[in-house]
């Protein structure tokens, strides 16, 4: 059985992911082609959750946000910040180190067409759950996009009327916690314009420069 903090390379908790997984490891051999690990700083302050992998990004790579355009802006914006050592290369042994940051995906396995179900996500919150009481340090969550939002919400336990989505905001928990909300950094997001690199760069260099829930 897979651990509360990562599923095992053969999980097959959603079936129509495992199913997937499957085609793809027949069609993509070299790939990773398993749930993606969290990727980071073990004593992190900053939890950063996404969706889930990309097909030919983390799939591929085997590392959050690594291999896509997405990655290209989030890894980007935390050197900017501090919260990374060394230079992305969009591979996994590219020597990048985060600091007081960690990666993690609501949904740990690529799902057809970037789209996990919520059945899906339900099923992969045990993870989540366990990834943040892994982190003793914790103080901010990072959800990129309303599902991450949703997902981080239902692992502490709260209501999600309570918190609602919006980009920019950073709500304040009763336990100390903060969650800060943005658009998804992909590219789909950012050629649309829903999301620009200035308004990525704002939210994130909010967090890294110390500013509370309380103070928001």
């Given at each position: ?6 599923p ?7 079936p129509?992911?495992k ?5 793809n490891?027949?069609r993509?051999p070299?790939?990773h082609n398993a ?8 004593d ?6 996404g969706?889930a992998?990309?097909?030919k ?19 980007a ?8 050592r ?17 990666i ?12 996990p179900?919520?059945?899906e ?8 759950k366990g ?16 599902i ?24 304040a928990f ?5 969650l800060?909300?943005s ?8 050629n649309?314009?829903?999301?620009t690199?200035a ?6 260099g909010?967090i ?9």
């Open positions: 059985m897979p651990s509360a903090e990562a095992g390379r053969d999980c097959a908790l959603c129509r992911l199913s997937f997984r499957g085609d490891r027949a993509y070299a790939f749930p993606v690990p969290s990727f980071g700083d073990l992190a302050w900053l939890l950063i959750v969706l992998p990309g097909l990004g983390a799939n591929q790579t085997g590392r959050p946000f690594t291999g896509d355009f997405a990655g290209d802006l989030l890894y914006t935390l050197a900017r910040h501090g919260l990374s060394g230079v992305y290369a969009a591979g996994p042994d590219d020597g990048l180190a985060l600091s007081g940051c960690r993690t995906n609501a949904v740990r396995c690529v799902p057809p067409e970037n789209k179900t919520p059945a996500a339900t099923a992969c919150r045990p993870f989540l990834e943040i009481a892994s982190l003793p340090r914790l103080t901010t969550i990072l959800a990129l996009g309303r991450a939002h949703d997902q981080v919400l239902s692992a502490l336990g709260l209501k999600r009327s309570a918190y609602p989505f919006k980009h920019g905001a950073i709500h009763p336990s100390g916690l903060g800060a909300d658009y998804h950094c992909s590219r789909y997001n950012t649309t314009g829903v999301l690199e308004m990525f760069d704002e939210v994130v909010r890294a420069s110390g500013i509370t829930p309380s103070r928001a």
